[in-house]
């Protein structure tokens, strides 16, 4: 990227598309289908493996900077839901990447010379080992680059104590087998990005490989989707309780004007049937908890607005008994009396 592109790029970045009135390079709005909603999010993984060994090559939706920032901004005000789609789009990736890792370790079982129980676990020690020394090796170099002397130090220091054990653990791995056997590359296939890890790979290489860009583009992408996961459970949970919410004041909404009803026995009966109903639609016990709860709720309120009710009807009733019946004694008063007892 020249100058003037990085340039660009970081205005896109700032700006969103509106910056002096130019629009964007694709003339798409950020909802337009075509543009990547993962890419909005940061997480595309035709960005996150570009170069890399796995490159996908170019994402066949749009990427833009400054559709991403015009996003941002508007996601601040309006949920778009575009993580979901992003945890869709990743959930895939990955289940591919599973199922490559999931075939290698079968080829590997089929063409490797099978090792007794013992001998497999003496192996599994040495490349654990040997994962731990490049993972370091790699943050120690890291460290080291971001001038965090210390820290840095401490890790090599780490990075010592792990190879002495791994040499131990080697030996064990040795002394169990004929040396012929010991020869062969005994490859083992990386959980993370489905790449082979040889027994007989040195720190250097390792160190490469836990440090490298395609390993670390499949932990920021994993990282990522279980980040959307945990967010959709979250926003889950939020709808749910806001449904509650509305649900209870819907009640107690109905349950004020079912107390203005003229037949308090009717509406009585009313509700009891309600209520039956809602217990039969509820699916969940915590569901029906909260009803109990509500219950007994809706009885403390109704003794605070008893008697405003009482006085409400009494006036609407008598306003109207008042107007059907002008020329008549007004017999309001006995209805009243009647709807009390
Ligand atoms: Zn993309
Ligand atoms: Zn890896």
Known sequence: MSAHEQMRAMLDQLMGTGRDGENNKFKVHFTDPRVCKSFLLGCCPHDILAATRMDLGECPKLHDLALRADYESAAQKKDYFYDV?????????????????????????????????????KLQRVHELAEQIGKQLALAEKLGAEGNVEESMKTW?????????????????RNSMPASSYQQQKLRVCEVCSA????????????????????????????????????????????LRAREERNKTDRSRRHRSRSNSRHRHRSRSDERKRRSKHRRRSSSRERRRTHRRDRSKDRSDKTKVADLIKILVCHFRSRSAERRHSHSAPSNDKEVTNHEG
């Open 85 to 121: 789609d992003a945890m869709e789009h990743l959930q895939n990736f990955i289940n591919e990447c599973d199922r490559r890792t999931e075939q290698a370790k079968r080829r590997l079982a089929e063409t490797q010379e099978e090792l007794s129980a013992e001998v497999a676990a």
């Open 157 to 173: 220091e780490e990075v010592e104590e792990l190879r002495k054990q791994k040499a131990v653990a080697e030996q064990e791995y």
């Open 196 to 239: 082979y890890l040889g027994i007989h790979d040195n720190d250097r290489r390792l160190a490469d490989h836990f440090g490298g860009k395609l390993h670390l583009g499949f932990i920021a992408i994993r990282d990522k989707l279980k980040e959307l996961k945990k967010g959709r459970l979250e926003r889950d949970r939020d709808y």
